[in-house]
């Protein structure tokens, strides 16, 4: 017999049906609050703005459109922009420059666009709605608020500056560029004023493109093109040897010819190099100078002037001188010139040992060969007394030529011709000659009987001195 005890099943029927029925009243009540919740909730926003709403960013939550009227054209009236630095952060208040705002009828034409019955789904998230409010402020006021701004006084300004070449100690460099924190003021007094009316509350310089900045940074390609060309033109040397020195342009001359223009184009300065190469002339050009000279008496005299000489020719040698910079290389040579003296022994000897010397004075001349006196002869230079003299000077054989005839005016108005055996130019229409017409040379014939300005010598002086004397001869006159 067992003895277990059975459930009754009309209790336990009882007991399933009172749970369902208990379950079906929570539903209802929960059905119900829900109902009234979402009902009061369909009820308040019909006349508030749902959470989480803001008009320009300003938060108007919960708000009826009064309210919401009221604490945005507060906020707009009175919100400050913080303008951030670079060093610092200065504020502008909105209140100081008379700032007033109406919406109109804008924040309730957003109230009205929404819908209560979906206010729900504004729990979570900001929703935004932008408006465009009649915002008016003194525009005069908010121009002495932002002059007077720390950032735009002198003591706290630094100005950008470009990326530049610099002649370093053996190469050009890049200096590079200052971004500085010079504010652009239009720029940023518009700034505001959007902020004014939009109701941001910053404006961050750096951020915005606020502040001025250089046209030409370090890392920039023409820069670098502009190093490279200007290194190429100091990288070479021109070496001008003068026989007895040498001159060197190197990059310590020829850095201060590079010319950098704004927008990095490289040139090279010709009017510096011009200068250079007077300068050159100035130091090493002999024609016309004043020279130190023994005459054949022992005593030691000055002689200045003539044509015989060195002298750079400006022009050729400054276009040489270019093109070789450019070219970058290492290069030695002699100057172009225009004029050549015989020899360069020195700065004041460049009559060597050959020459042919004058004076005047004992009326006599000598033809120097290799330091040795082969001829000395008495002569008859030009007529002081008609306005004929011989001019004296240093001066180089142009050219000879046999036979020549010369012709010429004289004082009484009229010509002359004269035909030579050995005609020796030195000085135009001066130069050197045989005289057939004279019997006697020497004393003071010269003066009331001499020559037009040349030096009439005897038959066979001139034969002589055709025989040794060649084109760019030196002839000294004193």
């Known amino acids: ?175 590079p560029e200052v971004l500085g924190n010079k504010v652009k003021k239009d720029e940023l007094q518009n700034a505001v004023e959007k902020n004014l009316v939009s109701g941001a509350t910053s404006i961050h310089l750096e951020k915005e493109g606020l502040y001025k900045l250089p046209e030409y940074y370090a890392k920039d390609d023409v820069v670098k093109q502009a190093l490279e060309k200007a290194n190429q033109f100091t990288h070479g040397s021109v070496t001008y040897d003068f026989k007895y020195t040498t001159e060197t342009v190197d990059y310590n001359t020829s850095k201060d010819w590079i010319k950098v223009s704004k927008d990095f184009k490289v040139t090279l300065n010709k009017d510096k190099i011009g200068d250079y190469v007077e300068q050159l002339g100035a130091k090493y050009n002999t024609m016309g100078a004043s020279r130190n000279f023994t005459t054949a008496y022992g005593s030691k005299i000055h002689v200045y002037g003539g044509d015989y000489g060195w002298k750079i020719y400006f022009d050729k040698e400054k276009s040489k001188l270019i093109k070789n910079i450019k070219s970058g290389e290492n290069i030695t040579r002699e100057p172009v010139y225009s004029y050549k003296g015989v020899c360069r022994n020195s700065a004041k000897d460049d009559i060597g040992d050959s020459y042919v010397e004058v004076s005047i004075q004992n009326q006599e001349l000598w033809l120097f060969k290799k330091g040795k006196c082969i001829l000395n002869s008495s002569i008859v230079t030009g007529d002081p007394t008609k306005g004929h003299s011989t001019y004296t000077g240093v001066y180089s054989i142009t050219y000879k030529q046999s036979p020549a005839t010369l012709t010429g005016g004289n004082a009484a108005g009229g010509s002359y011709s004269s035909d030579v055996t050995f005609w020796m130019p030195f000085n135009g229409g001066q130069g050197l000659h045989d005289a057939h017409w004279r019997s006697s040379f020497g004393g003071s014939i010269y003066r009331g009987n001499g020559s037009h300005g040349c030096v009439n010598c005897p038959y066979s002086t001139a034969a002589t001195l055709y025989k040794h004397v060649k084109a760019g001869f030196p002839v000294v006159i004193y």
């Not at 945005?72 to 009236?77: D, E, L, S, V």
């Not at 060093?87 to 008379?98: G, H, L, M, P, Y």
């Not at 935004?128 to 402020?137: E, G, H, L, N």
Request: charge should be negative; charged fraction near 25%; include cysteine.
């Open 1 to 175: 017999m067992n003895d277990t005890t059975q459930p009754n099943k009309m209790e336990t029927d009882n007991t399933g049906t009172s749970r369902s029925k208990t379950g079906i009243i929570v539903a209802v009540i929960i059905a119900v609050l829900a109902l009234a919740v979402y009902g009061g909730g369909v009820f308040y926003y019909s006349g508030h703005f749902p959470h989480n709403t803001t008009i320009n960013h300003i938060k108007v939550g919960e708000m009826t459109v009064p309210e919401a009227e009221k604490a945005f054209t507060k906020q707009i009236a009175s919100h400050k922009i913080s303008i951030k630095e670079k060093e610092r952060t200065e504020v502008i208040n909105a209140a100081d420059v008379d700032t007033q705002v109406d919406v109109g009828n804008q924040i309730s034409d957003v109230a009205s666009s929404m819908n209560p019955w979906l206010w729900f789904t504004c729990l979570s998230g900001e929703k935004d709605y932008t408006i465009r409010p009649d915002v008016t402020f003194d525009k005069n006021k908010l121009t002495e608020l932002v002059n007077e701004l720390e950032c735009f006084k002198k003591e706290n300004i630094t100005k950008p500056q470009d990326a530049y070449l610099k002649a370093g100690e053996t190469q050009f460099e890049i200096v």
